[in-house]
């Protein structure tokens, strides 16, 4: 079945450093990605998306791209802030029989420190 | 916009008691979702319903069953309480089939 694969955290860094938090999939034909945010005692909101191979979503100085041949969606950001201290998670959209389900990562927490 | 509100925000409970969460949906949403997400662990699709109809269901058992109303509200009622039922249940709504789900900020349920 489709799923999603994250790197483990916690990723902790420095303010303004160079964030990679890396996504893999697997799944049948190319589903919608995308990373979702969970700051805490929140429910997750929507971070970016892509639909298709190549696309890049971006959002709030983070971005992605859906790359088809690596099947990876990495989310990147090139200088992070200490209220960029969240869990993000990674998914992808399932559709069977008109029913739409997303399936996420396990998660990784990102600390960053001032 | 109203967002995706959730009562209660804390539940505990004892094992084999019946619990029932509740939800409502983002205005101009029709179609509701819910998902358990364990401590430390991604959102594990529960159940999905759309115009008052259960759409689609994910690996869990019958003792987890909901209810949309008329207003897209929706309702997830657990019976027969497990240990490891403990985790927060987070519902999700969306406008139609594969547009970005808006997340509530879950109820934390305890079983003891």
């Known amino acids: 079945g489709n799923s999603v694969t994250q790197m483990e955290g916690p990723v902790t860094l420095s303010e303004e450093a160079f964030l990679t938090i890396n996504c893999t999939y697997t799944?049948?034909?190319?589903?919608?990605l995308f990373w979702y945010v969970q700051y805490p005692g929140e429910g997750l909101q929507l971070l970016l998306k892509?639909?298709?191979?190549?696309d890049k979503g971006s959002n709030k100085g983070f971005e992605a791209t859906y790359r088809k041949e690596t099947t990876s969606f990495h989310l990147e950001k090139g200088s992070v802030q200490v209220s960029d201290s969240a869990v993000y998670f990674c998914?992808?959209?399932?559709?069977?029989?008109?029913?739409?389900?997303?399936?996420f990562g396990t998660g990784t927490r990102l600390k960053v420190l001032a | 916009e109203t967002g995706v509100t959730q009562s209660p925000t804390h539940l505990i409970k004892t094992r084999g008691q019946q619990v029932t969460l509740r939800c409502s949906s983002q205005?101009?949403?029709?179609?509701v979702s819910w998902y358990q997400q364990a401590l430390g662990q991604g959102p594990q699709f529960i159940f999905q319903?759309?115009?008052?109809?259960?759409?689609g269901r994910g690996n869990f058992p019958p003792r987890f069953s909901g209810l949309q109303f008329p207003n897209y509200s929706s309702e997830l009622n657990v019976n027969a309480l497990e240990l490891d039922d403990s985790a927060l249940y987070l519902c999700?709504?969306?406008?139609?089939?594969?547009?970005?789900?808006?997340f509530g900020n879950g109820t934390r349920l305890t079983v003891t």
């Open positions: 998914a992808l959209i399932e559709a069977t029989s008109g029913t739409y389900k997303y399936i």
């Open positions: 799944a049948t034909g190319y589903p919608s």
């Open positions: 892509a639909t298709k191979a190549d």
């Open positions: 205005s101009g949403h029709n179609t």
């Open positions: 319903y759309y115009r008052e109809e259960e759409n």
């Open positions: 999700a709504s969306n406008r139609n089939g594969d547009s970005p789900l808006h």
